[in-house]
């Protein structure tokens, strides 16, 4: 294997990294591979009876059918939907990073790939000195951008990827994805933008991931999601 595991980020919150994550997860756990999953940081999650529910993690879970335990796959988990560093300040917690590299270390011990998801987008700060770009580094893991498709999106797109180049991160590419259904005609710009960033930045468009319809049970959503992905992006570039 060329790499140990991807980084999932996004041009934004709310792109689909969540999504995106779990379908390569369940893609790859088809193809017989373990796959151990990572969302190191999660904020805005609900308090239950017992304690906080980070559902992303919980998603990621399902879509790999992890048996890992939940402190490791999610070390810091806050109520706050809000910033890690924002969050962790509010609440009195204190993000180590040391302390997320042994658990990624100890997943990827357990695993043959990891697949860990960030929050928001690469600027987005863990803690006063760290950003999610600087968690990249940490764990040296390459990235894969997941982008929206609307207009604006060849703007915060190429803001991602040259900041990702600029700081020596290697980037496999980059996904478009369709979280939407509204828009049953494909726009012109939708249509444009994925080669204008391809050929702008140098970086691999791996392809559109359609829209999956959101009323499914997630054991139907995760499958769909990953026969979507295998069917329609192009992996070859993670060297599985
Ligand atoms: N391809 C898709 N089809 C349908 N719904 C989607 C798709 N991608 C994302 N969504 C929905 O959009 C919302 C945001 O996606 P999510 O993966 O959680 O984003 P992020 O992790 O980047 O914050 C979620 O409710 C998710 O279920
Ligand atoms: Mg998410």
Redesign the pocket.
């Known amino acids: 294997m060329k790499y140990p595991g991807v980084f999932i980020t996004?041009t934004?919150?709310?792109?689909?990294?969540?999504?995106?994550?779990a379908a390569l997860t369940r893609t790859l756990l088809n193809r017989g591979m373990s796959v151990g999953v990572m969302k190191p940081v999660e904020t805005g999650c609900a308090r239950g009876p017992k304690g906080l529910l980070a559902t992303?993690s919980e998603f990621l879970i399902k879509a790999a059918r992890s048996k890992d335990p939940k402190n490791l796959i999610t070390p810091y988990t806050m109520e706050a939907p809000v910033a890690p560093m924002e969050a962790a300040e509010m609440e009195g917690v204190e993000i180590n990073e040391e302390y997320i590299l042994d658990c990624y270390l100890q997943l990827k011990h357990r695993h043959d790939f990891m697949v860990v998801?960030g929050a928001g987008g690469l600027m987005v700060p863990i803690h006063r000195r760290m950003l999610v770009s600087d968690l990249i580094q940490l764990l040296d893991l390459p990235v894969i951008l997941?982008a929206r498709p609307n207009l604006g999106t060849i703007n915060h797109s190429l803001l991602s990827l040259h900041y990702a180049q600029d700081l020596g991160i290697k980037v496999l590419g980059f996904v478009i994805?369709?979280?939407?259904?509204e828009v049953k005609e494909i726009h012109v710009a939708e249509e444009k933008s994925p080669i204008l960033i391809e050929t702008l930045s140098g970086v691999p468009f791996l392809g559109t991931?359609?829209?999956?319809?959101?009323s499914l049970l997630d054991e139907e959503?995760i499958e769909k999601?990953a026969s979507y992905f295998a069917e329609l992006i192009k992996l070859d570039s993670l060297g599985l």
């Open positions: 996004g934004d919150t709310g792109v689909g990294k969540t999504v995106i994550s992303d998801e997941v994805n369709r979280r939407h259904d991931k359609p829209y999956v319809e959101d959503f999601s």
